[in-house]
């Protein structure tokens, strides 16, 4: 995250404790730690001097302005992502273990059953999913929405910030704990579906031959004398690289060749067929 977030903190330790005595409810409101809601009560006061997060008084109603809780949450996202967790460990195990791969397709393989064993530890887990932004929680339409909406019930901790900031002790160990455990899953989380894609992506532009190249090598084809003696196995490797398909089908169908045409399957002799028809109408 931004550090620039945290130094552009608005309310942290900007008050003396008893500043925020609520018999001072008008300097409060002046200074934006409460903002007065629209809604008039009928016959409410309250003499309580204690801080909260929602107070009436006379017939007025305060609510703690939410821009101090999103600052709070600010924080919060600065303890979980710089200071309680190293994901950039978890990230380098996955590294070490696609690098013990040689083949692409055994990296990609590692890496879905990686994304799948770690999603299977939170898919059932509504908080999650809204975390991962994969649906909406209880109303909630996102994460910050629903820290807030705790933050509204730790008026201790808010007090706190007002007046001294903040360590990562005082954070609840509910919205902490969570918020860790979720941040380490969903990075590796990412992190997988990034490299999974690179890998396809790098698999796809790897198959591509470019004709002139794929001329060439029809060329170096004809000209090879005892083409009817290479192995079948050794056919599918060159010719893999002609036609971009797999090897090992190519070989099969050679293999194929060697049978007597009685044992062969339907569609390879409607194929050989057609190739037939095809050479004949174009050279005559």
Known sequence: MDYEDIENRKFVNKFK?????????????????????????????TDSIEFDTMITLGAKEYHINQD???????????????????????????????????????KIKYLEKKHKDLYSQVKNEPEYLIYAEIKEFNGYKNWEELIID???????????????????????????????????IKTQI??????????????????IVDT????????????????????????GEILSHLLVKNKDNIKKVYLELDKKSSENSEKFLTDRKRADEIIKKLLG
């Open 212 to 235: 002139s190249l794929q001329v060439f090598l029809l060329e170096e084809i004809i000209n090879i004398k005892d083409w009817s003696s290479i192995s079948a196995t050794k056919k």
């Open 17 to 45: 404790l008893e500043e925020l005595i609520l018999s001072n409810i008008e300097n409060l409101v002046l200074q934006n730690v409460f903002v007065e809601d629209e809604i008039f009560i009928d016959n409410v006061k």
């Open 150 to 184: 705790i933050l509204n019930g730790e008026s201790a901790f808010i007090q706190k910030y007002l007046t001294s900031d903040i360590e990562m002790s005082d954070v609840p160990k509910e919205i902490l704990s969570l918020w860790v455990k979720y941040y380490t």
């Open 68 to 106: 101090i809780l999103k600052e709070i949450y600010t924080s919060i996202r600065f303890f979980v992502e710089v200071v309680a967790t190293d994901t950039q460990f978890d990230l380098n195990k996955i590294l070490t273990n696609l690098e013990g791969r040689i083949e692409n397709i055994e």
């Open 190 to 207: 990412d992190f997988c579906k990034e490299q999974i894609n690179k890998l396809k992506n790098t698999k796809q532009k790897s198959s």
